[in-house]
Every structure is written in structure tokens, then in C-alpha cells.
């Protein structure tokens, strides 16, 4: 029982930054460039007290450390851009869709051959996405916005393609946070235009909380989890951030981004479920 509610609080809170990144900078409580950098600090912040009651190092001078923060960088940078015209479903589901679409190719391409069940999930993904970033009739997405959160996507994914090898991801996630605030800060700093103390608070609670505690959360619960199931449970994120918009900023859900969203978690369900279908006929 505890497992579920500590998994379910897990996938909540990383659905609750889009939400608080669309209020934030949407409501115009606080530019792009400052809420990013000021998340990135918190979640350093967080993640380092977390590190230092824990213990560990964080070997910040590893080589794969540069490949962590410009990844991560080009995520947080894309991410709070994107939230100025995308609501906050379509958002996380783009940005869902182009992570695990992007994996999905990269893995075909490193030389694991994909089964037919991926494929055709992929296919059903891909096609999901293409929905949801379609511009006509009954489409939400504000083509610089999408820009944005698919660069956000490609950043987030090669943060995790890089990250796998990890032994220890939260060290890891701390010191990328760390090395991630002085790359946003020269490309963003002449950027910051305003800030109000009810914005910074949002950035700091997205930071801190969401996205910091969030990811120590996460690879708390992650080693109890079968790994289909740590697949399948994040489907959730962008239907519970769907929900968040529509609830609590009045977002609405056309049956365009409906059905998008549909084809988008089904595709990856299919697809991240192949190797524990495979398992169960062998």
C-alpha cells in the first residue's frame, strides 16, 4: 500500500511541473529564463542537502557530467519556453511522446533490433504526436511552443540515454543539477526580464519539490518496481497533467488532444510491454 501511494505521489509531482511552469510563467508571474534558472537552483539546493544527510559523492568531474548538464540545460530551458503559449497537458504529452519516440529510435539505431510489438507501438505513438502537434481545426499547439517543448523532449531524452549507466542516479541527478545552473545562467541570464515573489515561490516549489524531491522519491520507489511496471505507471503523467490544466487552469481538452493523448499512451504502452509479453511466452 505504501508503495502506491509514495509511486502515485511520485508521478503527481512530475505532473505538477507542467502545471506550476504554466502557471508561473503563463499568469506572467515570472519570465521563462528566471523560473528555469531558479527550478535548476532549488532542485540543486534539495537535492544537495538530500546528498549530504545520505552521504555519497557526486564525482563531479566525470566526463559524462558535460553530456548531463547541456542535456539538462536544454530541457529546463525548453520547457519553461514552451509553457508561455502550450497548455500544460499538451505540453507534458508532447513532451512525453518525443522522449519516448526518440528512445525508441535510438535503440533501433545502437543495433537492438526492435520487435514487432514495438514497431507498431512506436507507429501508434508517433502518429499520437503527430495529432497533438497539429496545427488546424481542434488543435492547441502554438507551433514555437511546440518547438520548444520537442527540443525540451530531445534534451530530456539524452539526459536519460546518458544517465543509464549510472550506479547511483540520484548522485548523478545532483551533480548534473549542480553543473546544469552556470550552462542556463550564460545562456539565459540576459534573458531575465521580470520576477514577483508569487513566481519565484512557484519556481522554487517546482525546483524543490516536484522536481527535486519528486526525483529522490522516484529512485526511492524505482529498485521496488518491476521495470514494466516502472514503464507503464509513468504513462500517467500526462493524463494527470491533463486533468491538472483542465481542474485548476481552465484548460480545455478538445477531442483532438483527446484522442491524441490516447493513441500516445496506447502506442507506448504496447511498445514498453513487449519485453514482459516476450518474457511470459519464453
Do not use: K
Not at 536544454?74 to 519556453?81: D, N, R
Not at 522519491?217 to 521495470?227: K, M
Amino acid at each position: 500500500m505504501w508503495l502506491f501511494l509514495l509511486t502515485a505521489l511520485t508521478m503527481i509531482a512530475f505532473a505538477a511541473n507542467s502545471v506550476l511552469t504554466r502557471l508561473a510563467v503563463d499568469g506572467g508571474f515570472i519570465d521563462p529564463s528566471s523560473f528555469a534558472l531558479m527550478r535548476v537552483l532549488s532542485g540543486a539546493v534539495v537535492l544537495g542537502m538530500i546528498m549530504t544527510i545520505r552521504g555519497g559523492s557526486l564525482h563531479l568531474l566525470q566526463r559524462n557530467r558535460v553530456v548531463g548538464a547541456c542535456s539538462l540545460a536544454t530541457y529546463m530551458a525548453g520547457f519553461s519556453l514552451a509553457y508561455l503559449t502550450l497548455d500544460a497537458g499538451l505540453g507534458a504529452l508532447i513532451l512525453f511522446g518525443v522522449v519516448q519516440v526518440s528512445m525508441f529510435a535510438h535503440g533501433a539505431m545502437s543495433g537492438s533490433s526492435p520487435t514487432h510489438r514495438q514497431v507498431v507501438g512506436a507507429s501508434i505513438a508517433f502518429a499520437g504526436l503527430l495529432l497533438a502537434l497539429w496545427p488546424g481545426p481542434g488543435g492547441q499547439a502554438n507551433i514555437v511552443g511546440a518547438g520548444f517543448m520537442i527540443a525540451a523532449g530531445l534534451g530530456w531524452a539524452v539526459y536519460t540515454i546518458s544517465g543509464r549507466a549510472s550506479p547511483d542516479p540520484l548522485a548523478a541527478t545532483t551533480a548534473n543539477f549542480i553543473l546544469c545552473l552556470p550552462v542556463l545562467a550564460v545562456v539565459l541570464v540576459g534573458l531575465a526580464s521580470r520576477t514577483t515573489a508569487l513566481g519565484l515561490a512557484l519556481a522554487i516549489l517546482c525546483g524543490g519539490v516536484t522536481s527535486g524531491l519528486g526525483y529522490a522519491l522516484w529512485y526511492t520507489v524505482l529498485p521496488r518496481l518491476q521495470q514494466s511496471v516502472a514503464a507503464v505507471i509513468q504513462l500517467s503523467v500526462p493524463i494527470i497533467a491533463l486533468i491538472g490544466g483542465a481542474v485548476l487552469l481552465g484548460e480545455t481538452i478538445t477531442p483532438l488532444v483527446a484522442l491524441a493523448t490516447l493513441l500516445v499512451i496506447s502506442g507506448i504502452a504496447i511498445a514498453v510491454t513487449s519485453r514482459s509479453v516476450q518474457a511470459d511466452r519464453t
